[in-house]
């Protein structure tokens, strides 16, 4: 089985997390994309929405699409968590499935900065999305992790130019979320009161 592993707060979920995983599910035909989200994301700091709401909205999100599953090792773990220490633990629970860690390319930039990427590289391929406004130096990151270039596979993925940050500030304007994350998100938000 290939399977795919998207992780992130997903504070909230939005339209540019479903593209880049139902993109990397067909271009490389992967059984399965989880979702992972973040228990205790050590970049964070203390601003970030408690998980059972994170979960929440990531299961509303995901729903629809046969292809995508919601992935809990990270929530139900004490933290901090790193991307290479979820990777261990699924390739642990699920011997002999192929897996592709899926990133965007701001994400791959910032890799050489990231706790023991070099593990990560030896436990799954990189599919690297494309980002807006990202410029991507492939020799600035291979000359600090020597052989990367090795275990990407580079997504042709159309460039949507949205973030969580964002939208936590969209929320607190009072603007409008259609068309930026699935509508069942949109009114979970609301209801919770979230981002207020």
């Known amino acids: 089985m290939r399977i795919g592993v998207l992780g992130g707060t ?8 479903l593209v880049i995983a139902d993109q990397a599910c067909a271009q490389l035909r ?47 773990r004490p933290g901090p968590h790193y991307s290479f220490e979820l990777v261990e633990i699924l390739r642990a629970r699920h011997p002999g499935c192929a897996w592709h860690f899926i990133i965007g390319a701001d994400s791959f930039m910032e890799m050489p900065r990231w706790r023991s ?9 990189l599919a690297v999305a494309k980002r807006p406004g990202t410029v991507i130096d492939a020799g600035q990151v291979e000359r600090a992790l020597p052989g990367i270039l090795q275990r990407v596979d580079w997504m042709d993925t159309p460039l949507i130019d949205i973030s969580s940050t964002d939208l936590r500030r969209r929320v607190r304007a009072g603007w409008p979320l259609r068309y930026m994350m699935p509508q069942a998100v949109a009114a979970y938000i609301e209801r919770a009161q979230l981002y207020r």
Do not use: S, Y
């Open 10 to 17: 997903f504070d909230p979920p939005h339209i540019g997390h």
């Open 30 to 76: 992967l059984d399965k994309v989880w979702f992972a989200p973040a228990g205790d994301p050590p970049h964070k700091g203390d601003h970030v929405t408690p998980a059972e709401h994170r979960v929440a909205m990531l299961q509303l999100a995901i729903e629809d699409n046969p292809c995508f599953e919601l992935c809990r090792v990270d929530v139900e």
């Open 117 to 125: 990427p070099d593990r990560l590289v030896a436990l799954a391929r």
